[in-house]
C-alpha cells in the first residue's frame, strides 16, 4: 500500500492538532480556514450567540487567552498553552488563591489512567475548572495556589462550514463531521480530515450521479443549528448519508445504524464493510452518542448512519490527551477510514436497478461472453455473470444482487459494464424512496 | 416478601377447597356466593338444561347427595363425603351388588401414582364410576361389593358469575377463570382467587383507562355459554385479555399464546413473564387445554393469552388429590401468580404512543435533567431517560419502546411522568387496534 | 416394497438407453415414439432449424451416420457405435490423417476419472472432437491417426413432445423434463421415465382438480422455444409445476427452488421431502442448472421448483460414462423419484382451505369422534383432529395447517374427509393466487 491518501489525511490532522477549538470561538474559524485551503468552495457561516435552536440556544463564544495553575513552589502547571485540555472547556475567567483542598473541587484526572489528562467541558453551566494527570495531581504539596484563567464568554456567534456539490440528481447524500474538539486525535481530527478529503475527491469527480452536502460542524449545537436552517431541504433531498467520527485508527471498522437501521445508508454501511473487513464491529442505536442523535432523531429522521474504524467510548485513550497522533491515528487507520466511506459512496452512486433485455437467458456464446464447448466444467467461469443476469429482473438493487450473489457491489461493476454494452442489460436510476 | 396478598389469596383458596364443584350445581353457586363476599358487585346467573350453545347443549343438573362403595367385610370406602374425587363426575343414581371383578369396570386408579385419586368425569355421556388410589384398589379383597350412589341429574340450570367494570374507554380487558373443578388447588382453586382479588384490586383503583369483564364460567360449556350471550359485545370491545388457570403453585412461570399469537395480550404476557422470570416456560398453540380453546376459536379469535405458574398436565399432581394446598398451591405462588397479570394489567393500562414534543434532542440540562459536566461519564446516567426520548416519535408504544430500551415496561413509568410534566412528551391513547 | 412401479420406470430407461439423443434429430423422435406406445396422447411437435427463439436459433438438424478413429496400428476406437458419448455432440463431417500429437487437441477425458468417458457439446460452435476414458488415451501411440466422422448438419427441426390432461380448473401443474442426453441414466434418462409414469397417473385419474402440462424438450433452446410458442398461456394459467431431472439414484433426496423461492411449489416439495427424507439437500437458485433457468427466467417467471434424488453436477459419474443403469440409477431410486413427485402432485390437488362450521369447538363427543370419559389422558388420541379443526379458519391452507400440526400434509387427508362428512368443515378450492 503506497499510502499516498494517508500521508495526505495524516498531513491535515498533523496542520490542526494544535488549535485549541471548542464549539465556538477562533479555533474553529482558523480550522475551517486550513480546510478551505483543500477545498476552496467551502462557505463558512456564523450564527449569533442567543440564536433559539430548537430546544436549545446557541450559547455565548468563548476566547481563551491563557490559563494555568501556580503552586506553591511558584511552578507554573497546568498551562492551556501546554495543552489545551488543561483547561475544562468553557471555564469562566477567574483569579483565584485557595488551598489544594479547596483546587481539589475544581480539578479533573482519571486515576485508572494516571498519565492521561481528561477532557472536560462544561458549555452551558458557567464553571471553571482543570484537567491534569492523576500522577501529576498526586504530587501537588499543601498550600496555596494561584489560579489564573483569562477567558472570555462574549456575545458572539457560533461557526460552521459547508461544501454544497451538484450532481445530475438534486437528490442528496449527505456527509458530516465535527470541528469542535481541541487536541484530539481519533476522537475527532481524523473526522475533519477525512471529510475533506472525500470532499476534494467528489468534488474533482467528472460525473455525479447524486448531490453532495458536506457539513463541518461543532458536535450537537452545531449540527441542530445546521439542520434549522436547512430542515426543509434536507428531508426533501437527503436520501443517504454519513456522520464521519473516528475514522483514524488502525485497529477495526465500526458501523452504528440510523435510528430506523434499514435505510439505504445502513445497507451500504454493512455491505462495504462486510467485503472490507468481515469482523467488523456492529453497534446499535443504543450504542449512538455523536450528532446522528440529531440527524435521526423524532421529526428529523434521515438516513443518516455511521461507519468509523474505532468507535468513540470504545478505546480506553478517548476523550483523553492520549488520542494523539502517535499512538492512536495513523496513515493507516486514516486512509483504511477515507476507503470504506469511498467504497460507500461509490456503492451508492452505482447502485441502480438493472432489467435483463431478454427473455430467458440470452445466449452468450454468441457474444464471445460464454464457453461454446460444453463440458462438465462449463459455466463456472461465467457464472457470475449468469447469476448477475438471473437477478437482473428490474425489481431488484445492484446491491441487493450482490447481496443475492455474495459477492462486493463493486465485483459487478465491470460484468455490469459488459452487459449494457451488449445492450443485454437496461438499468433504471435508484428508487430513491428506498427505505 | 409480606405475602400480604398472597395470604388472602391462600386462604380464599382455603374457603373454597372442601366444596363439591362440577359443571352444574349447588358447588358453583356457593363458590360464587362466597366470592361475592369479596367483590359484592358479582352478577350471577342462570342458564337452563337443554339451551342450545353453538354445537353444543347444557346438560342435566347434577346433584350429589352421597355415594360410597361397601366392600364384602362392611366397610365404606370411596365415599364422596371424605374426598369429592371419589366419585366420577356427572356419575349416574346407581345401587348395585356386584362382584370385585366386575366392579373393577367401574373403578378409576393410577397405577404410576399409587396414592392419587384421579379426577375423572363423564358429562355428556351417561354412566358411573369411582376414582381411588391405586393402593386402596390392590387391597380389595374378592367378594361382593354393595355400590350406593345417590345423585340426581335433572332439567337445572349451568350457572357462572360476570363482574363489570367500567373505565374511561368502553374498550375492554376481558380476564376469564373456571370454577368447575372439585377439591384441587392449582388447577382450579388458584384461578378463580386470583381472579377475585385482581377484580377487587381493579374495582378499588380510582383510576381506569379501560373497561374490565371478570367472567367465572365452568370450563368449555360455560365460556361457549358465556361467549354466546356476549359474542357482538365481546368481538366490538375485547382488545385484551387472559384466561387465568394455574396460577398457584410456586414452581414456575409458563404463557400459552393465544390462537393467533401476535396480539397485546401475547406482547404483554411475554414482556412481563421475560422481565420477572427469565426462565419462564413458553408453550404453543399445540399445547392448548383450556377455555382459550373457546375465547380463539376461529370465528371467535378474542385476543386472550396465557399466564400460568406451573400448566396444566404438566405437573405430575394435576387432575388427581395430589394437587392440594399443601405441596402444591402456596400463598408465595398465589402471590406470584396475582402479581404478574397485576403487571400485565398495569401494562396495558400505562401502554400509550409517547411522542416527543421537541425537535431534535430536548436540552435536558437546563431542566436539571442532565448532568452540566460533560466528562468521560457522563450520559450513563441518565442514558435510559435518552433512550426513551429517542424512541418516542409517536410511532411506537411504551411497551414496544421498553422492548428495544431492554427494560420492563414499568421503569419507563416514572420517565415518561417526569418528561410529561417538562412537556418534553405528549402520549396518545394506545391503538386499539393493536393486531 | 414391491417396487412395481420401479421396476416399470426402470424396465422404460433400458429401453431408452440405447438411442443416440441430441437436441435434434431422430434420437429424440425415436426417444418420443417410445413414450407415446405408455400415453398415446403425447402430441410430438417439430420447430424448424433457423427458428428464431427469444434470444436464440434453433440450430441445424444433426444426424450422426458413423464415427471412429483408426489408429496406427489399425485398430478402430472411439466408435460411435460402440458408444455414443465417443463423438462430441455435434461434431461436423471429418475425414483427416493426423498424427497423435494434433490429434490430442481434439481428444476430451478426465484425468482424475481414468475410466470413464466425458459427455462433451458443441451445439453453436461447429468443430468435432472425440471423448474416451484416460486409461485409453494415455494408451495411444505415436503415429498417424485416421479420423472419420460421417456426420451431416442440415435445415431440418426441432422435436419436442407435449400431452395435455384437462381438469375440472384451467389452473394447470407444468411438469417438464428433458430427452436431449445419450446414453446416461440419471441425467437423463430418470426424467423422462419418471415423467411418462406420472403422465400415465394422472390420465387415468378419474378426478382432477386441475389440468396438466407435461412436456419433453431438448434442455434449454428446447424449453425456450416451448416458452415461446405457449407463453401467454403458460403465464396465465400454471400455478406450479417442476423441473423432474436426476430422479433416478438412491443416494439421497435434494430440492432446488424457483427463483423467486417462495412459490407454492416450493412450499410443496420442501413439505413433501421434509416428511419423506428429513436429511434431503436444500440447494439455493445459485445451484441451477436445468430449464428451471428458462421457466423461471426474468419476464417468464414461472412457479417451478426442482425435486430431485442426486442433483446433476453433485455426483461424480455426471455427464460420464458411469452414469448407467448398473451403479447410479436402481429401480428403488426410481420409486422414490416418482413417489415423491406423487406425493408433491397430490398435495397440490388436495391442498384447499378448510373452514370450520361451526363457532367454539364442536362437540365431537356426540358424533363418536371423541372419549366420552374425560380423564388425565384423555384430548391426546383426537389432538391432530382438534389441532386441525383449531386452524381450520378459512385463511390457512390445508398445507399450511400440516406445517403447524408438524405432519406430513397426507395424514391430513384422512381426517378432512370424516370432518366433511359430519359437516364440520366447508373447504375452498386452493387459492390460486398463492405467491
Request: hydrophobic share 35%; glycine share 8%; proline share 4%.
Given at each position: ?17 494544535p488549535?485549541n477549538?471548542s ?41 481563551v487567552n491563557d490559563a494555568y495553575i501556580v503552586t506553591p513552589d511558584g511552578e507554573k502547571i497546568c498551562s492551556v498553552r501546554e495543552n489545551n485540555l488543561h483547561l475544562v472547556g468553557y471555564s469562566v475567567p477567574t483569579r483565584l488563591t485557595l488551598s489544594l483542598a479547596e483546587l481539589q473541587n475544581y480539578l479533573h484526572s482519571l486515576p485508572a489512567q494516571p498519565l492521561a489528562i481528561p477532557y472536560v467541558t462544561s458549555?452551558?453551566?458557567?464553571r471553571w475548572g482543570f484537567c491534569l494527570s492523576q500522577k501529576l495531581r498526586d504530587s501537588l504539596p499543601n498550600g496555596l495556589y494561584k489560579v489564573f484563567i483569562d477567558t ?30 481541541p487536541s484530539m ?134 476523550h483523553t490527551s492520549l488520542d494523539d ?111
Open positions: 500500500m503506497t499510502l499516498l491518501i494517508g500521508k495526505q489525511l495524516f498531513n491535515l490532522a498533523e496542520k490542526l492538532w488549535i477549538r464549539i465556538t470561538g477562533d479555533g474553529v474559524r482558523t480550522t475551517l480556514q486550513i480546510i478551505k485551503e483543500i477545498i476552496p468552495a467551502l462557505s463558512i457561516h456564523e450564527v449569533a450567540s442567543g440564536t433559539q435552536v430548537f430546544d436549545w440556544t446557541i450559547p455565548k463564544e468563548w476566547r458549555y452551558y453551566q458557567e472570555e464568554l462574549f456575545d458572539g456567534s457560533l461557526t460552521y462550514g459547508e461544501l454544497l456539490v451538484e450532481g445530475k440528481s438534486k437528490k442528496e447524500i449527505l456527509i458530516s463531521t465535527y470541528i469542535c474538539h486525535a481519533n476522537n475527532e481530527l481524523s473526522g475533519p480530515s477525512v471529510v475533506t478529503f472525500l470532499a476534494k475527491w467528489i468534488t474533482e469527480k467528472t460525473r455525479r450521479k447524486y448531490s453532495y452536502r458536506f457539513v463541518f460542524v461543532p458536535e450537537t449545537i452545531g449540527s441542530l443549528t445546521y439542520i434549522q436552517r436547512h430542515k426543509d431541504q434536507l428531508k426533501k433531498n437527503v436520501f443517504a448519508g454519513f456522520n464521519v467520527s473516528c475514522v483514524g485508527d488502525n485497529r477495526n471498522y465500526s458501523y452504528l445504524p440510523s435510528r430506523r437501521g434499514d435505510t439505504i445508508s445502513d445497507a451500504i454501511a454493512k455491505h462495504v464493510l462486510k467485503h472490507v473487513c468481515a469482523s467488523y464491529k456492529s453497534y446499535g442505536w443504543a450504542d449512538r452518542g455523536s450528532d446522528e442523535r440529531q440527524y435521526c432523531a423524532p421529526g428529523i429522521d434521515l438516513p443518516i448512519a455511521s461507519i468509523m474504524r474505532t468507535k468513540y467510548g470504545e478505546y480506553e485513550e478517548y497522533l502517535v499512538n492512536v491515528v495513523t496513515p493507516e487507520g486514516l486512509e483504511g477510514g477515507f476507503s470504506v466511506l469511498q467504497y460507500a459512496v461509490e456503492a451508492l452512486e452505482n447502485n441502480c436497478y438493472p432489467k435483463i433485455s431478454v427473455i430467458g437467458e440470452p445466449q452468450l456464446g454468441k457474444r464471445g461472453l460464454y464457453p461454446t464447448l460444453s463440458t462438465k466444467a462449463s459455466g463456472t467461469a461465467v457464472r457470475l455473470m449468469m447469476d448477475f443476469i438471473t437477478w437482473s429482473d428490474g425489481g431488484q438493487s445492484l446491491l441487493e444482487i450482490a447481496e443475492l450473489c455474495q459477492v462486493p457491489i463493486w465485483d459487478l461493476y465491470p460484468i455490469l459494464e459488459t452487459l449494457r454494452s451488449h445492450d443485454l442489460i437496461t438499468v433504471e436510476d435508484q428508487n430513491l424512496n428506498f427505505s
